[in-house]
Nanobody, 115 residues
């Protein structure tokens, strides 16, 4: 089992920055991919960015050049640096860890971009 706890969300003005963190605990050796997803009201959950065990990153087109995903070597911390935030980035952001047999999700953290 893997437990994930997100933090770092909040209210920020357009153009501002936030850094999300995800703390992982449990059995992590089988985790091969970690990522951030988001879900805005009335919309489906979507991939924002993810990173493989080999440090290959992928980003949604909407966040390329503005967001950066990173992790530590032990895979127990995952980060998302979000710069130049836009109102359309407003959503609940979820941390996701993919194991060989299961997907694990955090409880989510709210990000609101508004003036």
């Amino acid at each position: 089992q893997v437990q994930l706890v997100e933090s770092g969300g909040g209210l920020v003005q357009p153009g501002g920055s936030l850094r999300l963190s995800c703390a992982a605990s449990g059995i992590l050796f089988s985790i091969h991919r970690m990522g951030w997803y988001r879900q805005a009201p009335g919309k489906q959950r979507e991939l924002v960015a993810d990173i493989s065990s080999g440090d290959i990153n992928t980003y949604a087109d909407s966040v390329k050049g503005r967001f950066t995903i990173a992790r530590n070597g032990a895979k127990n911390q995952l980060f998302l640096q979000m710069n130049s935030l836009k109102p359309e980035d407003t959503a609940v952001y979820y941390c996701n860890y993919k194991g060989l047999m299961a997907d694990y999700w955090g409880q989510g953290t709210q990000v609101t971009v508004s003036s």
